[in-house]
């Protein structure tokens, strides 16, 4: 089995940390507030960067614990990197607003910022943002709900290369022919992507996965509502299907995968 040189734990929804030999990043970090799993922001081990796919309440609520705890870099979208400042009242310079295509070097890690949208949520802007500040972290933290609208409009993927070469993709979009050609062209070896909830949408994202070339999947974001445990298993004989050689790899919450 191919080793790659680093190592996950799947917290809950989008929210990984991920050991990159001494230097460790968190993405997304919403757990504490996660219905599907009893752990929390204080089973995060250690965390020097917090990469951040956008600004919507279930991705964000756990940062203030993290920030005050590890005072990590956050990286984000551009546009999301000022309100980010001033929800947390943390320092501008451990906040990178990350253009696509912008790429830092932490030494056991770059990090390039890749451009996204969030899926469709098939309601219009003004629509969207009363569903969103109807949501009790909005409506209990005015600094949440003031994040709302920009989470809805910027979008951050993310590609972590290693100094062996191995790249990891973390992924949550539509896999539509832009961001098919956008990642067949990273060739990333590791692919973390965000699960479909029907059958329709699971084939999407298994042939999007084995286009883009990558040899082990990794599912997230299956906790989030109602947590169907088919729906993974679905997506990994899809991809399986296309790509029998591949691997795909479903962790537990709070279980670490040496990859």
Not at 208 to 219: E, N, Q, S
Request: hydrophobic residues 40%; contains cysteine; proline residues 6%.
């Amino acid at each position: 089995m191919e080793k790659f040189g680093f190592s996950l734990k799947w917290m809950a929804v989008s929210c990984f940390e991920m050991r990159f030999g001494d230097f460790t990043v968190v993405t997304d970090p919403f757990i504490t507030a996660c219905n599907q799993t009893d752990l929390t922001w204080e089973n995060i081990e250690a965390c020097d960067a917090i990469c951040l796919s956008h600004a919507h309440w279930d991705h964000i609520t756990d940062i203030p614990a993290l920030v005050e705890k590890f005072r990590p870099n956050i990286l984000c979208g551009d546009h999301t990197a000022y309100p980010m400042a001033s929800w947390l009242n943390y320092y501008p310079t451990f906040i990178h607003p990350m253009t696509p295509d912008l790429e830092l070097d932490f030494g056991a890690v770059k990090i390039r910022a890749l451009y996204g949208r969030h899926i469709n949520l098939k309601r219009g802007y003004n629509d969207l943002m009363d569903y969103l500040d109807s949501n009790v972290h909005c409506k209990r933290d005015p600094g949440i709900a003031a994040l709302q609208g920009v989470g809805s409009m910027e979008y951050r993927n993310y590609l972590f290369t290693l100094p062996n070469g191995t790249k990891i993709l973390i992924w949550g979009n539509t896999p539509d022919e832009t961001q098919t050609r956008l990642c067949r062209s990273l060739q990333p070896d590791v692919a973390i992507i965000q699960r479909s909830s029907n059958s329709k949408g699971i084939a999407q994202k298994a042939k999007f996965a084995a286009d883009i070339g990558c040899k082990v999947v990794i599912p997230h974001h299956h906790d989030f509502g109602s947590h169907n445990p088919a729906v993974i298993e679905e997506f990994r004989n899809e991809y399986l299907k296309l790509v029998p050689d591949g691997r795909f790899v479903s962790p537990d919450h709070g279980e670490w995968v040496e990859l």
